[in-house]
Structures are given as structure tokens and as C-alpha cells.
């Protein structure tokens, strides 16, 4: 079966600093993708960055980008320059619809 | 292109009754699923659908049945609502199971 750990239900961050979410997962195939996920108040979940296991090169987009370590299983989130916007829970999620429970992230003026 | 729309937004049931969630995309996805959000728990998966005509199980499918007798719709019915049910309800579509799922906005459902 496969997993999602989130092992942080709660983070915050000053406005302008840079916070990382941790992410473990488990599964047993060797070709996957990873996704964190955004959900604001509004309860729209939004993609926030996508990462195909088989590439070694860790997504960015924009502030957002992840680490992302194969062997570790192991896909951490990490907000630079955060902003108010950027207060939600984030969820990490494997292929086949698995999420883990969230962290909810705050974010300090 | 609305995306991924879902039908209502917020119903109330009493213990017993039956409803159908409904769940429509236009971006021609294969993929299409109905997860449950409840505090502390994330996104459960309760159904999901490869394609026109099939369903599968997910997660936690017992008290739920779905239907995609078209390519765009993906129903949940609910055939005698337990207060267990009580959740949020949201809709997903994605082309393949690798890409990004979109998200419907959510229904939020509460049986007393």
C-alpha cells in the first residue's frame, strides 16, 4: 500500500522568511510522481509543484521549490520569500490519489 | 472552460435519505475521482473512474456508489446517509493518474 506522512500539522513563518514542509511517503513503485497541493480558506485546492521520480533534478516554480531525495523517500516544500497569500494547508500527495493530512501553514506579518 | 464544477454546493440531510453528488468537467479528462475531507484526516479516496464506464474502489468506499455513464460526469450517490458521512465532498479530474489533478470546489454535506 502506498503512504503519505505529513508529519507537521501545524508550521508558520514570518512574512519574507522561508519555511520547508516535510513530506515521507512509501510506495513500491519505481516510476511515480510526487505533488504538494495548495488549499487557502477559499477551499480550492490549487497545484503547487510537481516532481517526476525518475528525474534527479529538483522542480522550482518561482518560490517554490522541492527537495526531493529518491532514496530517503523523502519530498520536502520549501517557500521562499513568504507571503500573506501563502497562508493554507498544504498537502502532499503520490500518484493514485494519495494525500497525506496536511499542514497547515500561517504566515506572520 | 469552467474545470471541474460540482452540484450542490451544500445540502442538508437527515439520517436515511438518499442523494446524488454530481460532478462535471469539460477539459475531456480520462481520470476523474471523489475524495472526502474531514479535520485531521487530509483526502480520503472513495471512488475513482479510468475512464467512460468504469468505476473502482478507493480508500474508503463503503456507504457510496458512483456512476460515469459519460466521459464528463462523475456521480456520487449516497443511498441511505449515515451522520458518519457527514464531510466535505470534493470532485478531481486529471488525463492521466501521473498528471495534476483539478479540483472542483468542494461540497460540503451535513446529515443529521
Known amino acids: 500500500a502506498q503512504t503519505v506522512t505529513q508529519s507537521q500539522p501545524e508550521m508558520s513563518v514570518q512574512e519574507a522568511e522561508t519555511v520547508t514542509l516535510s513530506c515521507t511517503y512509501d510506495t513500491s513503485e519505481s516510476d511515480y510522481y510526487l505533488f504538494w497541493y495548495k488549499q487557502p480558506p477559499s477551499r480550492q485546492m490549487i497545484l503547487v509543484i510537481r516532481q517526476e521520480a525518475y528525474k534527479q533534478q529538483n522542480a522550482t516554480e518561482n518560490r517554490f521549490s522541492v527537495n526531493f531525495q529518491k532514496a530517503a523517500k523523502s519530498f520536502s516544500l520549501k517557500i521562499s520569500d513568504s507571503q500573506l497569500g501563502d497562508a493554507a494547508m498544504y498537502f502532499c500527495a503520490l500518484v493514485h490519489g494519495v494525500f497525506g493530512k496536511g499542514t497547515k501553514l500561517t504566515v506572520n506579518p | 472552460n469552467a474545470g471541474v464544477t460540482q452540484t450542490p454546493k451544500f445540502r442538508v440531510l437527515k439520517t436515511g435519505q438518499s442523494m446524488t453528488l454530481l460532478c462535471a468537467q469539460d477539459?475531456?479528462?480520462?481520470?476523474m475521482y471523489w475524495y472526502r475531507q474531514d479535520p485531521g484526516m487530509g483526502l480520503r479516496l472513495i471512488h475513482y473512474?479510468?475512464?467512460?464506464?468504469?468505476?473502482a474502489k478507493g480508500e474508503v468506499p463503503d456507504g457510496y456508489n458512483v456512476s460515469r455513464l459519460k466521459k464528463q460526469n462523475f456521480l456520487l450517490g449516497l443511498e441511505s446517509a449515515a451522520p458518519s458521512q457527514t464531510s466535505v465532498y470534493f470532485c478531481?479530474?486529471?488525463?492521466?493518474?501521473?498528471?495534476?489533478?483539478?479540483f472542483g470546489p468542494g461540497t460540503r454535506l451535513l446529515v443529521l
Open positions: 473512474s479510468v475512464g467512460e464506464g468504469t468505476t
Open positions: 477539459m475531456n479528462h480520462e481520470y
Open positions: 478531481a479530474s486529471s488525463l492521466t493518474d501521473r498528471e495534476t489533478q483539478y
